[in-house]
């Protein structure tokens, strides 16, 4: 993804545009299958360790990186984040809006020989939006009235109202596409992706070697790939110093920059949306007093977070999930306050805490959250917050959703194309991951605003709100969107870095 810099100039506008009125997608590559005689060389991949190997669960960039190589979407954003084809050839969309249709790729099949049907869609969305099942994407697709299979190679989406951003959330991480009937996801791995699996130790590695009957042309370009797990990324990138391992992909920033004078290696560096959220607890104490809200606010200096421990790489934060490369949504409208520690000191006071406030800071130990955690705490001891840092294991931090119940903590929030996501999920009142616990009337009013209206400018209007409103009472900080790193040794090619690391396309990369 070097070219990722193009996503600079591209408005989600003109993204949305596209894929409603275009009527349909692009034609899909051409089931003829690559030579295997053409698929040469082993990829060795270091990532952390994964906990959750069901596609309706996985949620850190190893499980995604992992899945996106057995299973295959039924349509994918690419590095520029455009919806392109994979396993649907093409689809159309109603003239109100309300049904979209997509066509099976023909030749797709899963690893066990049976063919991918629209039946396997249906089955696997259903499987997604049931609220039985309490899944992540239960609220996502909440707004699907139906699916049915009007083919054997056809499927038809029905919604409730209007959703510019529909075919967005059909690429969601979750919606790999499952065999019907499914029962054992997490452990036997029957895809139909471009790589099938030969080995898995939970603890240690996962051996793949290449789908030979890959529906698209030219994929895979490796005869195999290993995923090799460890603990940590500075063990990581040692590992790729020491030639043990040959891609590495999310690494604290610090680290990236001691990779760039390696001989042998190349590498990469790609803005995104992706950002670090430092968050309080608004459902109970002392989250639960705005005045504590605005002292957390008040006592931190973004500038020199950004500066400190992002080093100046990916772009500075303002409290809200719409960034910079989200150019037609994003403002800087609405002042952020100054930092003021006395200030900061004084509403703890009023709150009731004239002593101060001590609190477990929760961090997962990936990318700069630790180095973000050490800095927080430094800064926030000038207003009275003593901020014990517990760093945790990322698989730990995230495994039986811990990180949703502390009451302060550092979540990575990895990039996606379009902003509503992070709304839906994050931040509307009742989102699977309100990780705040936080509820506010006039967001939710706006957030359901900028997601059915297919009224740009009405959009634009709800996300400058939006942002007031996360910078004026919202209990989330967020100092920095972060660049993706990754570095890979030079005797390979295509390797093109996705702002999510996980959806990086690894059927692409071959050796020179």
Request: with cysteine; net charge neutral; hydrophobic share 40%.
């Amino acid at each position: 993804m070097s070219a990722h810099q193009r996503l600079r100039s591209l408005t989600l506008m003109a993204v949305v545009l596209i894929a409603l009125l275009a009527g349909c997608g692009a034609p899909a590559a051409s089931p003829t299958t690559a030579p295997a005689a053409q698929r040469q060389g082993a990829l060795r991949i270091a990532f952390e360790i994964p906990a959750k190997l069901d596609p309706a669960f996985a949620s850190a960039d190893s499980e995604i990186a992992i899945l996106n190589a057995i299973y295959d979407y039924l349509i994918d954003v690419n590095t520029e984040s455009k919806i392109v084809p994979r396993l649907a050839a093409q689809w159309t969309t109603s003239a109100d809006g309300l049904t979209y249709t997509f066509t099976l790729a023909s030749g797709a099949a899963f690893h066990d020989g049976s063919p991918v049907t629209a039946q396997d869609v249906v089955w696997t969305f259903d499987r997604l939006r049931d609220p039985q099942l309490k899944l992540p994407t239960s609220s996502l697709y909440e707004n699907i009235a139906g699916i049915t299979a009007t083919g054997d190679k056809v499927v038809t989406f029905k919604l409730k109202q209007t959703n510019p951003f529909f075919l967005y959330d059909l690429s969601d991480n979750h919606a790999l596409v499952l065999k019907a009937g499914t029962t054992d996801a997490a452990t036997k791995f029957n895809g139909s992706g471009p790589f099938r699996v030969v080995s898995y130790s939970p603890e240690n590695r996962m051996e793949l070697a290449a789908n030979d009957k890959y529906f698209i042309a030219g994929k895979p370009g490796l005869a195999s790939l290993t995923f090799i797990f460890f603990k940590d990324q500075t063990a990581s990138v040692n590992a790729l110093r020491g030639g043990q391992v040959d891609l590495v992909m999310r690494m604290p920033s610090a680290l990236f920059k001691t990779l760039q004078s390696e001989q042998g290696l190349t590498t990469v560096s790609i803005p995104t949306n992706g950002f670090d959220e430092v968050r309080l607890r608004a459902d109970r104490k002392p989250g639960n007093d705005p005045r504590v809200v605005k002292a957390f606010k008040l006592a931190t200096d973004r500038k020199a977070i950004f500066q400190t421990v992002s080093l100046g790489l990916g772009a500075a934060g303002r409290d809200s999930p719409i960034g910079p490369l989200f150019k037609a949504f994003y403002s800087e409208e609405t002042p952020l306050p100054a930092r003021d520690p006395k200030a900061a000191k004084d509403l703890l006071a009023q709150a009731g805490y004239p002593n101060g406030l001590k609190l477990d800071l929760h961090v997962p130990d990936s990318g700069d959250r630790p180095d973000l955690a050490v800095v927080l705490k430094e800064q926030w001891k000038d207003a009275g917050i003593d901020a014990n840092v517990v760093v945790e294991p990322e698989s730990v931090y995230y495994g039986n959703n811990g990180w949703l119940e502390v009451d302060l903590g550092i979540t990575g929030w990895g990039s996606r194309p379009i902003p509503q996501f992070y709304l839906d999920v994050m931040l509307v009142t009742g989102a699977k991951w309100n990780e705040a616990h936080w509820s506010d009337a006039e967001l939710d009013k706006l957030a359901k605003t900028a997601g059915t209206t297919l009224d740009e400018a009405e959009r634009a209007k709800a996300y400058k709100d939006i942002q007031r409103i996360l910078i004026e009472r919202g209990p989330i900080i967020i100092p920095y969107f972060f660049a993706q790193f990754g570095a890979v040794k030079n005797t390979f090619t295509g390797f093109n870095l996705n702002a999510f690391a996980g959806r990086t396309d690894l059927a692409a990369i071959r050796v020179k």
